[in-house]
């Protein structure tokens, strides 16, 4: 009993070792909005140069857990115009793998999302509205799912993304559920392309 035991807390250990956490991608390059009051999660700059201050990511200081979790992001955009928002991960912890975030039941104060809980597809069988760009990403169908029956699930290779709107001045809030998805081998598969798509920053 106690070498089970043993042997299930070393697995835990183990696959909390290997755990991406929750990021999320917000992108102005073509609008040049800057974004200020951050809170929720920690910021990052990803980019360089002039992009730096238009591209930036809210990330979970700790790997997300097995279950849905609750997470909240807020901004204040400087004027008013477009983001492209991407869901995404703070990439893979094992090399080799892929290394999964699950995501649902998005909601927004100040900006409006289409199909944020993905439970409406497009005349192509995709999750509408969204920009996505590996046929694992889409889970439909689902029992375990946050909200509804569909959920999505990307990697830092494979993001989900959509275009929203915001206003100068008002505080965006953006509250989400989202889990370890787990790892998958990285193989090589054919370019796919969801047949939603996100505005792409200029």
Known sequence: MKKSLFTLICLALCSAAF???VAVEFDSRHSKILSKEHSGLKVLYTMK???KDFYFEMRADKAA???WTSYTISFVPSKSGSYVIGLSTCGDTKKGMNDWIEYDKIELVNAKLNNPSFEFKSVKGDIWAWRYYNKETPKVGKDDAADGKNYLAVTRNYTARQGITVTAG???TIKFMA???GM???VKTPAFFSD???PRAK
């Open 184 to 186: 998958t081998p990285k």
């Open 179 to 181: 889990r370890s998805g």
């Open 170 to 172: 008002k505080k965006v």
């Open 49 to 51: 140069g002039a992009a």
């Open 196 to 198: 939603q798509v996100a």
């Open 65 to 67: 857990p097995l279950e």
């Open 19 to 21: 755990c991406a956490t």
